[in-house]
């Protein structure tokens, strides 16, 4: 069990992380299919607050491949899964150009509550803090436990960093698989959603070709290195 996993008894201070997050709303899952309940009853951050709902991983489990991304979009806090906006499409389409669909891998997220700031109508992402992310580390940990991975990839320098619990440069770490676990290892790669903001289009294309032979690769690491 972890430490986090008990409350105080008889109404003693609640444990807090360096930010002063109330660690409350932990627990150990069963099952993944626990989780939606339980990212939507999580207060450990302030994030749940403005957002629709939480946005717990979903797909294959167990799974040899975990993606994990950074954070729910406005698309994905109001349909509550994962990578079903903008850069969910062309995950998706890199994943097709892999030779693997969403539902042969697990998708998730460092962070399962949308942290955005509004404009008008309009609901702006914004990166979440370092407290927002350690808080959201235990249901991380949880899905990495339930889903048994041999190989995770973390989209982009948040992921990564969730994953580590410390900072990681993506140009420094990108596609060298690193051990994570006795069972598992780590790989970095990019966020697709940087994808969507190369605006030349030929560097558009050879970013994406990078990216799907990252996702190709890892799939033949995997193969090469059962467990
Ligand atoms: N970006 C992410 O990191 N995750 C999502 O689910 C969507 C966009």
């Given at each position: ?148 991975p041999k190989l ?30 006795a069972s598992a ?32 690769d890892a799939l ?8």
């Open positions: 069990m972890k430490p986090e996993d008990t409350e105080p008894q008889g109404g003693g201070k609640r444990p807090q992380d360096h930010t002063g997050n109330n660690l409350t709303g932990a627990r150990t899952l069963s099952s993944l299919q626990e989780l939606r309940a339980a990212v939507n009853e999580c207060k450990r951050c302030p994030l749940w607050k403005a957002a629709t709902q939480g946005v717990p991983g979903e797909g294959l489990v167990p799974s040899a491949l975990m993606l994990v991304g950074e954070g729910p979009g406005d698309s994905e806090d109001l349909r509550g899964q994962p990578f079903v906006g903008p850069a969910g499409g062309v995950l998706d389409q890199a994943l097709h150009a892999a030779g693997l669909d969403r539902r042969s891998v697990y998708i998730s997220n460092a962070v399962k509550h949308f942290k955005f700031e509004s404009r008008g109508k309009r609901r702006l992402h914004i990166k979440p803090s370092t407290g927002e992310i350690e808080a959201c580390r235990w249901w991380l940990a949880e899905e990495l436990r339930l889903v048994g995770v990839m973390a989209l982009g320098a948040t992921a990564a960093r969730a994953i580590l619990g410390q900072p990681v440069t993506v140009s420094q770490t990108r596609g060298v698989p690193t051990r994570l676990s290892h780590l790989w970095v790669t990019i966020h697709p959603s940087l994808l969507l903001r190369i605006t030349d289009e030929a560097q558009r294309h050879k970013e994406f070709d990078r990216f799907v032979q990252e996702l190709k033949a690491w995997i193969a090469k290195n059962p467990s």
